[in-house]
T-cell receptor, first 113, second 115 residues
Framework: AQSVSQHNHHVILSEAASLELGCNYSYGGTVNLFWYVQYPGQHLQLLLKYFSGDPLVKGIKGFEAEFIKSKFSFNLRKPSVQWSDTAEYFCAVIMNRDDKIIFGKGTRLHILP | EPEVTQTPSHQVTQMGQEVILRCVPISNHLYFYWYRQILGQKVEFLVSFYNNEISEKSEIFDDQFSVERPDGSNFTLKIRSTKLEDSAMYFC?????????????FGPGTRLLVL
């Protein structure tokens, strides 16, 4: 079945640490890939997206993600996190230009000041 | 920046009651969606809506659910007879193109609690 897996459910880091959140999907065809963030008490916001072209995509707030087709992965990275990055992060995929987004379970990121 | 808005932010209802969750999509968007997130689980697609009809729905979206665009601005999700397992956060989203082409923008959600 088509699915999206996020390996880490909870991540705790200190400020200035580097971040990498894993995301894998199970589908062999065309995909559009997203990372959404949900800050406490707020709605889902798009961090970045990949539709085609350069597999290294840069998003808002210093985040980037790399699409590695051979590994079916789209990991999110940030070289130096801030306390304000505390939030829940969702990897999401649209498969074969379908109409619906399939979300991962989310990773809750907590940054220690 | 335009936003998707949802009302109410929280709703508590008795099992068996009808609820209507309201959404105001971004004004020039044509595609509308409902998702839900049961506590501790992932966000799940419910239904997509375009040109005044459902374009796709998931297995979750059974006969108890319906969607409507009653006027030019609102997009509603009705649950006819709520069950305990309908307790979840419900997110509305909209886009100005097909999901495979354009970004979906999400509302803040309505937290529904069925007692």
């Amino acid at each position: 079945a088509q699915s999206v897996s996020q390996h880490n459910h909870h991540v705790i880091l200190s400020e200035a640490a580097s971040l990498e959140l894993g995301c894998n999907y199970s589908y062999g065809g065309t995909v559009n890939l997203f990372w959404y963030v949900q800050y406490p008490g707020q709605h889902l916001q798009l961090l970045l997206k990949y539709f085609s072209g350069d597999p290294l995509v840069k998003g808002i707030k210093g985040f980037e993600a790399e699409f590695i087709k051979s590994k079916f992965s789209f990991n999110l990275r940030k070289p130096s996190v801030q306390w304000s990055d505390t939030a829940e992060y969702f990897c999401a995929v649209i498969m074969n230009r379908d109409d619906k987004i399939i979300f991962g379970k989310g990773t809750r990121l907590h940054i220690l000041p | 920046e335009p936003e998707v808005t949802q009302t109410p932010s929280h709703q508590v209802t008795q099992m068996g009651q009808e609820v209507i969750l309201r959404c105001v999509p971004i004004s020039n968007h044509l595609y509308f969606y409902w998702y839900r997130q049961i506590l501790g689980q992932k966000v799940e697609f419910l239904v997509s809506f375009y040109n005044n009809e459902i374009s796709e729905k998931s297995e979750i979206f059974d006969d108890q659910f319906s969607v409507e665009r009653p006027d030019g601005s609102n997009f509603t999700l009705k649950i006819r007879s709520t069950k305990l397992e309908d307790s979840a956060m419900y997110f509305c989203a909209s886009s100005d193109g097909l999901a495979g082409v354009e970004t979906q923008y999400f509302g803040p959600g309505t937290r529904l609690l069925v007692l």
